[in-house]
């Protein structure tokens, strides 16, 4: 019982000394050692590495979950090391309510049918997702909170002791200072000086040993830069599979639309040409959906000849019987592949150069196209017409 109390009271003379000591060097009354150079840059660069190591696990965390709610959860259950329960993503939900949605409009029909390949490719698109956010979460926040929860805690802790060490180097100084100020006055002070001194070797070493084991500690920052290099190269692997996964499974939606849309609208086409527009245009690939695209109204128009019948009209075109203007026509670069979804359009190779022009009431959204002895439909947004 009595060495804890003395050990209570030691302690509490140590902690007195050291806010004494630091009270006073923020006050401009004592003197403070200060770090060199190379080891204060070490500091700063750790306490860098720290704060963007932070900021990049939060937004990699709000970019893999949007919904705060979910990610508390997911935070409450780690802490409680508790496996997080599946959660069915945003496109997995979408393709359920497409399948129900078909269910009760007619899975013959083509509505229901095109809600049907439509709500596959989301739930295609939703497993990938689950897979890149699982991916991301392995390869690339493990790393980060490893090293914010497990290194830079030994860091601050070791950093922690070295400032107390040199809060006791300093007071021992101070102490050593006073010491001798009072020698100068009175011979029975010797004593105090010695012990003052020897009290300033033993801090002076204890510092100079606490020093040494942070400073490799911070040393170690550049192997964890390297560590983090490497799980950066990871997570933009898993995202490049992710995009393109996503991009190809769009692709093949597409081509199943694109094919079975000729036999959607034959029927409204024909006979009924004034109740009924046509199909618009399809929309680029979502990869270059930025780019920017010239007007329409810019293209030639194959004037209407008295006694000939206007085939885009009455809603059928038939590409031979179509006949180019004498003048006036354009030249247009392809921007992305087109597969021609029946015999009236003409499919298109990214890069290719085509003549293209308009017919009176043809769609705006569509062109004739010509490429050699080949002609067909050709949407607008797919190319780049050139002046």
């Known amino acids: ?82 496996k997080v329960p599946s959660r069915v993503t945003n496109g997995e939900l979408l393709a359920q309510y497409m399948t129900e949605a078909a269910n009760d409009f007619g899975p013959g029909t083509p509505y229901g049918k095109t809600l049907i390949k439509v709500g596959e490719t989301q739930r295609r698109l939703g497993a990938a997702e689950r897979e890149f956010i699982r991916s991301a979460s392995i390869n690339f926040l493990t790393p ?24 006791d180097l300093d007071a021992c100084k101070a102490r050593v200072k006073k010491a001798k100020a009072a020698e100068a006055k009175a011979a029975l002070w ?27 500690l911070l040393e170690g920052i550049s192997s964890t830069h390297v560590n983090h290099l490497r799980c950066l190269h990871e997570f933009v692997e898993s995202q490049t599979n992710y995009y393109a996964q996503c991009y190809q499974f769009m ?12 036999e959607i609208f034959s029927g409204t086409f024909v006979g009924n040409a004034e109740s009924t527009s046509p199909a618009a245009a399809p929309s680029p690939p979502a990869a270059a959906a930025a780019a920017t695209l010239p007007a329409v109204p810019t293209i030639p128009v194959v004037p209407t000849v008295v006694g000939v019948p206007n085939t885009v009209a009455e809603g059928v075109l038939n590409p031979s019987e179509v006949k180019p203007p004498t003048s006036g026509t354009r030249r247009a670069r392809v921007l992305y592949d087109y597969e021609a979804a029946d015999s009236t359009e003409l499919a298109l190779l990214a890069d290719e150069m085509i003549t293209v022009y308009s017919l009176p009431g043809m769609d705006p959204d569509w062109l004739i196209g010509e490429r ?16």
Request: net charge neutral; with cysteine; charged share 35%.
């Open 1 to 82: 019982m009595e060495f804890n109390v003395k050990k209570l009271a030691s302690d509490a003379g140590v902690f007195f000394s050291r806010a004494m000591q630091f009270t006073e060097e923020k006050l401009g009354q004592a003197e403070k050692t200060e770090l060199d150079a190379h080891f204060e840059n070490l500091l700063a660069r750790a306490d860098c590495t720290k704060n963007w190591t932070e900021k990049i696990l939060r937004q990699t965390e709000v970019l893999l979950q949007p919904n705060p709610s979910a990610r508390v959860e997911e935070f409450l259950y780690e802490k409680l090391d508790r």
């Open 144 to 167: 980060l909170r490893n090293f914010l929860e497990g290194d830079w805690r030994t860091i601050s802790k070791e950093r922690r002791i070295l400032q107390n060490r040199r809060l």
């Open 190 to 216: 010797s004593d105090e000086v010695e012990k003052a001194e020897h009290e300033l070797r033993l801090t002076q070493t204890e510092f100079d040993r606490q020093a040494e084991v942070t400073r490799l």
């Open 251 to 262: 692709l093949d939606l597409q081509k199943q639309l694109g094919s079975s849309k000729g």
């Open 372 to 387: 050699g002895n080949q002609k067909g439909k050709v949407p607008v947004t797919y190319l780049e017409l050139l002046s």
